[in-house]
């Protein structure tokens, strides 16, 4: 693949230039929407600055760029029950059409690195009142 050099494609009236970060929250945006998607993972890090409150789109999300082509990859947290190859395949297919059509790049691979699978939350029973609590109100 090419160097990535800011001068993607000369118009008539001067230069066009995108920046991998737009091509990461393009990848993200397409990723997140797939069916079987619990959640982009970012590592560890990226875990702890979300945490902190900053929402990144391009969450889990690496692009190399050159002048006319583009690689990424993707980091996500399969929900459980679905079939780990098709969501994988799916993504493929969503990142790589989203980025060609709103970019006009050829993406020459999208690499798909499942990281985890979330579970089915557990309804959460009520807690219980403390022991002698009803013996309490009566004594009141």
Same mark, same amino acid.
């Given at each position: 693949?090419?160097?990535?050099?800011? =001068?993607?494609?000369?118009?008539?009236?001067? #230069?066009?230039?995108?920046?991998?970060?737009? /091509?990461? &929250?393009?990848?993200?945006?397409a990723a997140s929407e797939v069916e079987g &998607?619990?959640?982009?993972?970012?590592?560890?890090?990226? =875990?702890? &600055?979300?945490? /902190?409150? $900053? #929402?990144?789109?391009? $969450?889990?999300?690496?692009?190399?760029?050159?002048? #006319?082509?583009?690689?990424? =990859?993707?980091?996500?947290?399969?929900?459980?029950?679905?079939?780990?190859?098709?969501?994988?395949?799916?993504?493929? =297919?969503?990142?790589?059409?989203?980025?060609?059509?709103?970019?006009? /790049?050829?993406?020459?691979? &999208?690499?798909?690195?499942?990281?985890?699978?979330? /579970?089915?939350?557990?309804? #959460?029973?009520?807690?219980?009142?403390?022991?002698?609590?009803?013996?309490?109100q009566r004594v009141r």
């Amino acid at each position: 693949m090419e160097e990535f050099q800011p =001068d993607i494609e000369n118009s008539e009236l001067g #230069k066009i230039q995108i920046a991998p970060e737009v /091509l990461e &929250v393009i990848a993200g945006m397409a990723a997140s929407e797939v069916e079987g &998607v619990a959640q982009m993972s970012g590592g560890f890090v990226g =875990d702890i &600055v979300e945490r /902190l409150g $900053r #929402k990144n789109i391009a $969450r889990g999300v690496r692009v190399e760029v050159g002048t #006319k082509e583009a690689a990424v =990859d993707v980091s996500i947290i399969v929900k459980f029950g679905h079939r780990i190859p098709e969501v994988a395949r799916n993504i493929q =297919d969503s990142v790589r059409n989203a980025i060609e059509t709103m970019t006009g /790049l050829s993406v020459v691979e &999208v690499n798909v690195h499942i990281v985890d699978v979330e /579970l089915k939350a557990e309804e #959460k029973a009520q807690p219980l009142p403390p022991v002698g609590a009803e013996e309490y109100q009566r004594v009141r």
